[in-house]
């Protein structure tokens, strides 16, 4: 079974043009370690300094488990930090969005 998992980010202020540029292509290793904790899609929207994820994933919880001291994750999260107005310090591996309505 896979879990569909929605997040929600904020950028600091000024930094939304250094996000999108990070993100036009991540590291090959981060893209490994993703597929190998069971990612199987990872999308961001922006709007203004306002991210949006949507998570397939076989275990969200493993998933956040298995990256947490992953080598190819802790410098992205590093640079992610410096970018994010609250960074992600995987204190809690519950999503903060909750689904509340979807088209049957």
Request: charged share 25%; hydrophobic share 40%; net charge negative.
């Amino acid at each position: 079974m896979t879990q569909t998992i929605a997040l929600h980010t904020r950028l600091k202020p000024g930094c939304e043009a250094d996000y999108d540029r990070v993100h036009a292509t991540i590291p090959s290793e981060l893209d490994g370690a993703l597929r190998e904790a069971g990612v199987h899609s990872w999308r961001i929207w922006r709007s203004g300094r306002e991210l949006f994820h949507l998570i397939e994933v076989a275990d969200y919880a493993a998933m956040r488990e298995q990256l947490r001291e992953h080598p190819a994750n802790i410098p992205w999260q590093a640079r992610m930090a410096e970018l994010l107005d609250v960074p992600d310090d995987y204190s809690g591996a519950e999503p903060s969005v909750r689904l509340v309505w979807e088209l049957p």
